[in-house]
Each structure stands twice: as structure tokens, then as C-alpha cells.
């Protein structure tokens, strides 16, 4: 088991498969970034193999894949058959923009994907081009070929800005209704210049559930691996809603999860810069059981909490880096 110092118990691991992405949402990664990671660096399937395979034996159950856009790395679909296949990986899900879907849906189903979260942050043509930089069709598209796929649940995760989509609410929370999806709503987070630049449309997410309830009735409900959202049935349709809150309401004492980087870097916590280096470790020839005695040894010194709100200024990377 992996216990950090607060008695957190860790099972979930986010695993970042490139740190490069087809999108360029400003609120993530600026068109101006240049600092990614060297392909060199980038950890090879067989490595990323062998670390969640340690990961599992410590009691990692769940692995998301993300990035960047994971399915920007041509190896994806090897990565997850891989994964999956560890004794102890109870569930692989992956985070994507979906615009590569359409061609991906099928294949990753098969090699064991069973959820997705994909991004969306508007149905408004014009208005997406501007977040992303890229065109909406392929990602509609995407999200349709995932519904024939079987994948259960697909989430969509709308990043909520002041003045750019907050007006987009009423119009996706149709679009899920008719496409069977949960939809989940995020505050922005000042990671990276992106995240920051994204600060001054920062909107606390009970306003928008104030507004809601204005029309609705929202009834509290849960789902299986509920994580950091507060959930909310939709009148008396099947839409859920969640809320995910980072910076108004941080649910940091719950935390169950850690992040690795393409090139390997374990990072304690989303909002901190703590981290080791177990693509170094791999590859200078240590033994499974330093591995695992070094991801030990790191749980334990887990901070508790970001510090989003006390240093906003902290985090320099973009989100890219580690998925979110
Ligand atoms: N490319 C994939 C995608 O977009 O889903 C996976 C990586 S992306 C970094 C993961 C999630 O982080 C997305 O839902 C995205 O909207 C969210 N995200 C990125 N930058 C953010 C920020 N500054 N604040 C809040 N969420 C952010
Ligand atoms: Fe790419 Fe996802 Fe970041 Fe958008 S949110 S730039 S799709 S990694």
C-alpha cells in the first residue's frame, strides 16, 4: 500500500505519454512554448511497462492515460495494451481533445481503455478555434465514434472562464443530454504562463451552480470513481454534472493520486514542484526494488496541499506537462 505522511491512501496514477499536443489552448499551452521535453528523454513502452508495473505491485489500481494529447504519440495503443495487461490495473482511462478519436476510438477500446474524459469547451465553431486553435468537426466526430466504441463513462471536462464560454452552459448541458454524457465543470489554474493568463477569467463554480439551479433541480448523486468532482443529477434526466473546484473549494485532504511525467519525473502533487526522477533511475540500472523502495520513500514526502490561491505565481510548467 502507498500511505503518504497524511494517511492518504495512493491507487491512482496519471501517466503523461508526450508532452506535445495538436491543440494550443491558451489556458494550457501557449502558442510561445518551446520547452518540451527532449524524445530522447521520453520513456520508451517497455519502461513505461516496468514502472506502472511496480506502481501496481505498491497498489496502483487505476492508470489515466494524458499528456499533452496522448494521441499524438504513435505508440499509444501499444502503451495501453501494455498497461492493461499488468496483474493489478483494475482500470485504464485516458484524457483527450478527441481530435483524433475517429481513428483511435476503436483500437484503444480494444487494447483495454475503458473510460474517457475529453475536452470541450464550447459548441460554438468560431469561439473554439479561438481557445484551442483547432477546428471542432473532428472532435464531434470523435466523441460520436467513442459512443458507438462502448466506452462508459465519457466525461466532458469544460474549463469555466468568465467571458469567453461561461454563456455556453445551457447549450452543452443539451448536447450531453442528447449524447448520453456526463459533463463536468472546472475552475481555471494558474499553471503555467497559460493557466495564468487564463486567471483574469477565472469564475468560482457556484456561480454557475447558483445559475443552474435557477433552472433546474439539482439532485446530489454520485459515480464510480467519483474523484475530486461534487456531483449533481439534472432534473429527472440521466445528465449528471460535476464540479470540479481546485481553487474555491480545494479537496486536497482527499487526494488519492500521483503523476508521472513522459521522461519518467514523479510529481507528488499537481500544485508543487517535488519530484524524482525514476526515468534517470531506470535507465542507470536499478533494480526493481530500489524502484520501488524510491516511490515509497516520495509518497511519504506527498505535500498536503497546492497553493494556488496563497502562490499563483509557483507553478512554471503548463499544464501539457502532466495532464492536469
Ligand atoms: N489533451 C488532453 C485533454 O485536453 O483532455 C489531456 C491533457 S489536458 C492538460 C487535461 C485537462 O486539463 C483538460 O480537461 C484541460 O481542459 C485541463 N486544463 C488544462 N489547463 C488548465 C488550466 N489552466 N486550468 C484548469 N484546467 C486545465
Ligand atoms: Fe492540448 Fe489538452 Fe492542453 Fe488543450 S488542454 S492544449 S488539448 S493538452
Redesign the pocket.
Known sequence: MLNDSYGRNIEYLRLSITDR?D?R?F??LPRSHRDFETPADWMTPDEIVRLISQFATLGVKHVRL?????LVRKEVGEIAQGISAIPGIEELSL???ASRLAQFASPLRKAGVERL???L?TLNEKKFQEITGHRLKPVLEGIEHAKQCGYSPIKI?M?IMRGINDEDVAEMIEYCIEHGLTLRF???????E??RS?SEHYLPLAEIESRLRTRYSLQPATLRGSGPARYFRIDDSPLVVGFITPKSQHFCDTCNRVRVSVSGDLHLCLGQEDKLSLGKMMRSGCSDQELREAIHAAIARKPFRHQFNEVPTAIIRP??AL??
Open positions: 499536443c491543440f489552448c489556458y494550457c494524458t499528456g499533452g494529447e496522448p484524457s483527450t481533445n474524459n475529453i475536452s469547451d471536462n474549463v472546472i475552475e481555471t489554474m494558474p499553471v503555467g497559460g493557466g487564463a499544464m501539457s495532464g492536469g
